[in-house]
Nanobody
Framework: QVQLVESGGGLVQAGGSLRLSCAASGRTFSRYRMGWFRQAPGKEREFVAATTWTGDRTYYADSVQGRFTISRDNAKKTGTLQMNNLKPEDTAVYYC?????????????????WGQGTQVTVSS
């Protein structure tokens, strides 16, 4: 199994940047696809970005395309979401997720393991 812990959230001004990290425990992290989701107050959980086991393919929500970058380092058992040019509408709790399934996971139902989330607040 995999246990995930997010970090790196905080308060930033619009146009600023944050880098979120997802630290994983478990011997098989390198064979787990991973993704990032976010949830704003009163809203449903929303897909943000995903990558495969090896990181050879990525996929982004239209709302973050060109601004966010997902990556992973299997040797260090970490995942990263680099967020640039942040906007107030990016404000949410961000979650990392992992699963042993094949390919890209583009919905929350594709993931079995979740972190507890980290708050990102973007002010105007």
């Amino acid at each position: 199994q995999v246990q995930l812990v997010e970090s790196g959230g905080g308060l930033v001004q619009a146009g600023g940047s944050l880098r979120l990290s997802c630290a994983a425990s478990g011997r098989t992290f390198s064979r787990y696809r991973m993704g990032w989701f976010r949830q704003a107050p009163g809203k449903e959980r929303e897909f943000v970005a995903a990558t495969t086991w090896t990181g050879d393919r990525t996929y982004y929500a239209d709302s973050v395309q060109g601004r966010f970058t997902i990556s992973r380092d299997n040797a260090k058992k970490t995942g990263t979401l680099q967020m640039n040019n942040l906007k107030p509408e990016d404000t949410a709790v961000y979650y990392c997720a992992a699963d042993a399934g094949y390919g890209l996971g583009l919905s929350a139902s594709a993931y079995a393991y979740w972190g507890q989330g980290t708050q990102v607040t973007v002010s105007s």
